[in-house]
């Protein structure tokens, strides 16, 4: 039987965690307990084999081809699958795995009472068909993607248009894009639809990587930027350590140093541009509002800004050359080499020095040959120059009220400098400095078999190595990518994948516990047309995930792990998740899809602090008060700035493909919730709207509280425990707030408040903070 969990006055509920034998299981400890000890090695390079579903004995219980391959295995066993979670619990897990989300109890008790023979065919339908769906999946490609609005590194710029992308790929779930055509788009949309604003976003895929825009060698920053996209392909798409063999042989997957930079060399000509121009006509509202706002801001600082460019001209040679002096040598040697004696790496080299320049830069300079009398730049010229520039920047800063706050009129894409790509050549232990022989693009043995040279074929503008990359990974012969993206989609929903460690399908990761069923449904996958939805709905409508979780003594006994899955996984909410069901619970979640990042409430103790680059702060809280309560994939993501209500929880990092997320228990998580204002304010909402919802009645107002949040009934001892509480809160409150300055946390958003008790109203705000802590609501079943 489900243990209730119910720390009424236990602030470290959370900290107590789930009991269940698989809770936390590490994948190495999957694999030296697995059931698959008969899987060969090389298992996922093999080609995909075209399964039915087993025959087995209790086929009442099958409800999807699904069920067959996991109750084959049960009964090997002589198991017998768990037996169907009520309704209640089922719609909540599955709105939960599905859009991030609690689902309401109106909708709860629509289905509870919907007797139809396709009533879980038509939840589920109803799920897949909202954009939250979209939402709550391109959360989970983010992760993988490395998705952040800044670029990291010390100074930690901002990406004031990233969040094209992050649409995108929202955009991209909730159509239903078929996943090979997904794939194409971010790895080669440029060259594959060159024509297609929406295929030149998707390449934000590529262009996320950590930057470091001050960084002195070009030509090692080049090489990281490849590095950073080999490695994101190789784990997000085919689910291979790919990294390791840069510096030496693969040690376990057999994949050679030259493999590796074979496969880097796809990437060798691409260059970034985070300032494309948006076409004329494809603007939305938000970039018309910002655009309107950046001219009456250029329109009123116009003067003043022509005043100090004047100034800026005077040194401005002196200083770009200055500037550039500071790079290292062979990156200087590109920079001050004649235009027609550029190399292929030499246009690389002088294309990423115009995009990062700025004119930061020559301020620097002016300020640096003001002030510093000893160096050989300084010039008394510049002193009255710089005062008279710094008395300008004072001026400036007063328009800073008109400056956009929110949209651009740029996009983020990759491209190529020409047909001809710079050399790439192997790094002798993976240093840059040591470079060694010249190597063309092609593809691990491993992966490809005898078919390593891929058929490269140049666009007017580009090589084409990308379209012959992309082309390869998205074929449905392809061994890898069905496989490695079905396991991933089985994980969100099982807690972990068929093989456990969804980055790594490679001889050092866990074999997979049910080969034929992760065959079955890369198959399937791909004959189905690649679509997201068609998988996920045979999923969500299988038995086995319609299992009830509760814990069973023979399971534990002869299956710890749960691999076989007779009990359906528990689950901790992920970072997200809580947030938003939180804010959903409270009736405030702002549902508008998309539009750029937002900056909610930062705790009021915590000081963000400024870029010391740029001068601008490092967050800066949203003036609209409607984005403190948007989805969580809207927050603002700063790689150097996590946001402090969810970095308790695991959240993605995003500096490298993050492929599942940790679930640690600490202290910190229930004090996070606990003592945070925001979450205060927001059960002071919930109170407000379950005594709006169900009046006066204490029996109906807990209730209710529970429909809300757990999406069922409290049972008749979690009600006298709810009652208790509730009147030894209210002596508490009374006794401790009677002073000078009366203050309490009272219920809001209430039309009439004369009828309160603010003691008892009060002490209901603290009961349902406490619920809000609990496992119950932490957990889904």
Known sequence: MKKKILYLAVVLSLASGVSHAAENETPADSAKKTTASSVPNNWAYKPVQQVSAPEVKQKAWVNTPIDAFILAKLEEKNLKPSPAADRGTYIRRATLDAWGLLPTPEEVAAFEKDKSPDAYEKLVDRLLASPHFGERQARRWLDLARYADSAGFQNDQTRSNNWRYRDYVIAAFNNDKPFDQFIKEQIAGDELWPDSLEAKIATGYLAGYPDNYNSRDLVQRKYQIETDMTDLVGESLLGSTIGCARCHNHKIDKVSQKEYFQLQAFFANVIVNEKAPLPKGSELPVDVEYTKQQAAYQAATKEIRAKQKAILDTVREKGRKYHNERYLTDSRDAIFKPEKDWTPLDKWVNYRTNAVASERDIVAYLKLSAENKNGVEYDPANEPRWAEYEKLTKELKKFDNLRPIKGSNTFTAVGELGTVAPETRIRFTGIHEKPLEAVEPGLPAL???????????????????????????????????????????????????????????????????????????????????????????????????????????????????????????????????????????????????????????????????????????????????????????????????????????????????????????????????????????????????????????????????????????????????????????????????????????????????????????????????????????????
């Open 447 to 781: 992966w490809a078999g005898a078919n390593t040279k891929l058929d490269i074929k140049p666009t007017a503008n580009s090589t084409g190595r990308r379209t012959a990359l992309a082309n390869w990974i998205a074929s449905g012969d392809n061994p890898l990518t069905a496989r490695v993206y079905v396991n991933r989609v089985w994980a969100q929903y099982f807690e972990k994948g068929i093989a456990a460690n969804p980055g790594d399908l490679g001889r050092a990761g866990p074999k997979p516990t049910h080969p034929e069923l992760l065959d079955y449904l890369a198959g399937n996958f791909v004959k189905q047309g690649w679509s997201t939805k068609k998988l996920e709905r045979e999923i969500l409508l299988s038995s086995v995930y319609r299992q009830a979780s509760a814990e069973r003594e023979d399971v534990i006994k002869a299956d710890p792990l749960n691999d076989l899955l007779a009990v359906y996984p528990r689950k901790r909410l992920e970072a997200e998740e809580i947030r938003d069901a939180l804010l959903y619970a409270s009736g405030k979640l702002d549902p508008v899809i998309g539009g750029p990042a937002v900056f909610p409430q930062m705790p009021s103790n915590l000081i963000a602090g400024d870029n010391t680059f740029t001068g601008n702060p490092l967050w800066e809280v949203s003036k609209d008060p409607n984005d403190f309560n948007r989805r969580s994939i809207y927050t603002f993501v700063r790689r150097s700035l996590p946001y402090p209500l969810t970095a308790s929880f695991d959240p993605a990092d995003p500096s490298h493909p993050h492929h599942r997320r940790d679930v640690t228990t600490t202290p910190l998580q229930a004090l996070t919730l606990f003592n945070s204002d925001i979450v205060v304010g927001w059960s002071q909402a919930l109170a407000g709207r379950i005594i709006s919802e169900a009046g006066s009645d204490e029996d109906a107002q807990l209730t209710r509280l529970y429909q809300i949040l757990f999406s069922r009934k409290p049972d008749s001892n979690e009600k006298a425990a709810l009652k208790s509480f509730l009147k030894n809160e209210t002596k508490v409150i009374q006794a401790k707030t009677w002073t000078d300055k009366f203050e309490v946390a009272v219920p809001t958003g209430l039309k009439e408040t004369a009828h309160l008790d603010p003691f008892k109203a009060a002490a209901f705000v603290d009961l349902v903070h406490t619920v809000a802590n609990s496992n119950d609501f932490a957990y889904r079943f």
